[in-house]
């Protein structure tokens, strides 16, 4: 089935040990997202790629990064953990943007900082 | 900036109806969407309604909206222990460049 697939389901980082966490998709969708949601909180979007283009939202800190290398692949790379930056993290995709470009999502990355 | 408010618990017994609100600000949203996220999982898109649209049903769901008073409802019938999740209300707001998300309704459906 085409999916969002995302690995690993946990993570385990010590703090300000760079971590990268991974999805691809078989959907062919143009859009690429990252989201991180915390305990009882909405997911709140970090980046996104359309295409190849990278968008950075606006309070998004310096410490994520983001690299789409193809298509179907995505990731995120935390350069150095916090204690804050434990939290959910769920990629999703779409296939274009606009009105009614759904999201799917995938199952997230739980990650944990030690 | 763009907010989506949603109440954050409800409680129902097995069998009842399930009502869970949202209310959101940009009068620009073409469409809303409601989503279910399982324990340890990502959201799953339930169903969505387009703005110029009062009501839309889809099986057990009912979606209502108030485009006046910027409201939204999802009415789950018979709820079953598997309905227990936390339901996010969400806007598409920029034409579609963004997603807002609530802060999500915990469901707990009791036996």
């Known amino acids: 089935d085409a999916m969002v697939i995302q690995n690993p389901r946990y993570q385990v980082t010590q703090f300000g040990k760079p971590v990268t966490l991974s999805c691809s998709q078989t959907?062919?969708?143009?859009?690429m997202y990252w989201y991180q949601q915390k305990s009882s909180q909405a997911p709140k979007l970090l980046f996104h790629?359309?295409?190849?283009?990278?968008?950075n939202e606006a309070d998004t800190p310096d410490n994520f990064q983001s690299r789409r290398p193809n298509t179907s692949f995505c990731f995120l790379d935390i350069r150095s953990p916090g204690l804050g930056d434990a939290a959910m993290y769920l990629c999703?995709?779409?296939?274009?943007?606009?009105?009614?470009?759904?999201?799917?999502f995938g199952s997230g990355t739980q990650l944990s900082v030690l | 900036g763009e907010d989506v408010e949603q109440s954050l618990f409800l409680s129902v017994r097995e069998g009842d109806s399930s009502v869970i609100n949202c209310t959101y600000t940009?009068?620009?949203?073409?469409?809303l969407y409601w989503y279910k996220q399982e324990p340890g999982a990502g959201l799953q898109l339930l169903t969505y309604?387009?703005?110029?649209?009062d009501m839309k049903q889809d099986q057990r769901l009912t979606v209502l909206l108030n485009k006046k008073d910027k409201h939204l409802s999802l009415r789950i019938a018979d709820t079953q222990t598997g309905d227990s999740a936390i339901y996010f209300c969400?806007?598409?707001?920029?034409?579609?460049?963004?997603?807002?998300f609530g802060p999500g309704t915990r469901l707990s459906v009791l036996p």
């Open positions: 309604i387009f703005s110029n649209m």
């Open positions: 790629y359309y295409d190849k283009d990278f968008n």
């Open positions: 969400a806007e598409d707001w920029n034409y579609g460049q963004n997603f807002v």
């Open positions: 940009d009068s620009s949203s073409t469409y």
């Open positions: 999703a995709t779409s296939r274009e943007q606009g009105t009614n470009e759904k999201l799917f």
């Open positions: 959907l062919n969708h143009n859009v």
